[in-house]
């Protein structure tokens, strides 16, 4: 028999072919070209949001998205919208329930929230806010207590109002007729609605003068609006002495004959229209005001 002539195979090269050398350059090149693509990318989120938000108009829905890390642009996760906010889903019949995938579980990273929360009722300006009931009940209760000695005896009137309480100084006690001087008698008086006002924190007083419908004219006052104002600054001027209150947490108004408790038919409604009123209330409302008559001056 012949033999068949073999031949030897050459033993392969030891180490990686030298294509590999080139092609792995190239995935490094490859890589760090991505990487500075990346790095260069700019992600404006003013867009996105804005983007964002003609979606969700035009679907109804409202959506969630979770971002993987703090300050990193990672996947986002959507959260499915609430059943019923599609204008589609106005159209399934109850009858038929219809199967919703679970939400995914949202983890605890960062939230970008689009009209997550409702919207806070707008608060318009100057509109006063609800004073602590607690606070003027119990104010209420201190005026009435110190005061009533000065009650009982007609010197003063006390009186809740809007939140607030007055006091009620009688013309008759508090002043000379046609005068802003204060008699000296009626300094205890203002003496006990001092340490009332001393101790009422966060409360502002406002002090306002009143007239009947007596014009006056004389050297020192005009009319009864000059009257009014300086009877109000004569009780501020005591009452800042006494208490050392903020000049910003007290004022004086004068009315002159405009606000009448009572008609000026009779010399008796004249005198009780004529007093000062004294108002403390709760720093966050204005002043409370007495209630006007129920016919017009004459």
């Given amino acids: 028999m012949r033999k068949k002539n073999r031949t030897k195979e050459s033993p392969a090269p030891a180490g990686a072919p030298i294509w590999m050398v080139t092609f792995a350059d190239m995935m490094s090149l490859l890589l760090c070209l991505f990487v500075l693509l990346l790095t260069f990318a700019n992600f404006e989120v003013t867009k996105y949001q804005k983007f964002a938000t003609h979606m969700r108009e035009s679907f109804g829905g ?78 209420q209760k201190t005026i009435e207590k110190e005061m009533s000695r000065d009650v009982q005896g007609g010197m003063v009137e006390v009186e809740k109002k809007r939140g607030g309480s007055i006091i009620r100084l009688s013309e008759k006690a508090a002043f000379p007729l046609g005068s802003d001087q204060l008699n000296e008698s009626f300094n205890p008086v203002l003496d006990r609605v001092a340490d009332i006002i001393r101790h009422s924190k966060g409360m502002v007083v406002q002090v306002s003068g009143h007239t009947d419908d007596i014009p006056i004219s004389t050297e020192r006052f005009r009319s009864n609006w000059d009257l009014s104002s300086a009877r109000s600054a004569s009780v501020v001027h005591y009452l800042e002495k006494k208490t050392g209150i903020d000049p910003k947490l007290i004022v004086a108004i004068g009315h002159g004959s405009s606000n009448p408790l009572v008609p000026n038919d009779s010399p008796e409604n004249r005198a009780k229209n004529r007093r000062v009123e004294i108002s403390i209330v709760p720093r966050q409302l204005e002043a409370p005001k007495a209630d006007s008559p129920t016919h017009p001056a004459e």
């Fill in 62 to 139: 409202k959506w969630i998205m979770q971002l993987s890390n703090a300050g990193n642009v990672g996947d986002p996760t959507l959260v499915p919208p609430v059943p019923g906010t599609f204008p589609s889903d106005e159209k399934v019949d109850k009858a038929e329930p219809v199967a919703e995938p679970a939400p995914k579980p949202v983890s605890k990273g960062p939230m970008a929230v689009l009209e997550l929360a409702p919207e806070e009722p707008e608060e318009k300006p100057g509109q006063p806010l609800q004073p602590d009931e607690t606070t003027v009940d119990a104010l």
